[in-house]
């Protein structure tokens, strides 16, 4: 009993939601930023990405993620919290900081123009 019990909490764990975290991020990373459904999570906040540097960004994202959470916690207590920002801000963070271990600092500003919709050549300016 104490065996099936430790398989079921493994199941369910905190090592599963972030494995299910790090799986989503990779399989959002394999449709690429021009897939519509890149686009529809995370051109809000590619957007407002536009001009930053990696670094900025990550900052920026750590931020937001920050004030969303306490916002979450205050709204939860009043009965009225939805997850779905935190997720999206989760799995930005994760991509970030994964394309910074990746060394793609170059790249971001073309990744980030394809995630938002902006042309690659006013992405360059």
């Known amino acids: ?13 905190d090592a599963a939601l972030v494995n299910a975290r790090k799986l989503r ?3 959002l990373l394999r449709l690429g930023p021009q897939h519509p459904a890149v686009r529809a999570r995370f051109s809000a ?42 997720e999206v801000l989760r799995d930005l963070r994760l991509i970030l900081r994964l394309m910074r271990f990746k060394r793609l600092q170059v790249e971001f500003g073309a990744i980030i123009a394809a995630a938002c919709g902006c042309d690659f050549a006013e992405a360059a300016e």
């Open 1 to 13: 009993m104490d065996a099936a019990l430790a398989q079921i909490g493994a199941g369910f764990g």
């Open 25 to 27: 991020v990779e399989c």
């Open 45 to 86: 906040r590619a957007a407002l990405l536009h001009a930053k540097s990696l670094n900025a960004a990550i900052a920026l994202a750590d931020r937001w993620w920050r004030d969303e959470r306490k916002a979450h916690q205050i709204a939860s207590a009043l009965g009225r919290g939805n997850r779905l920002s935190l």
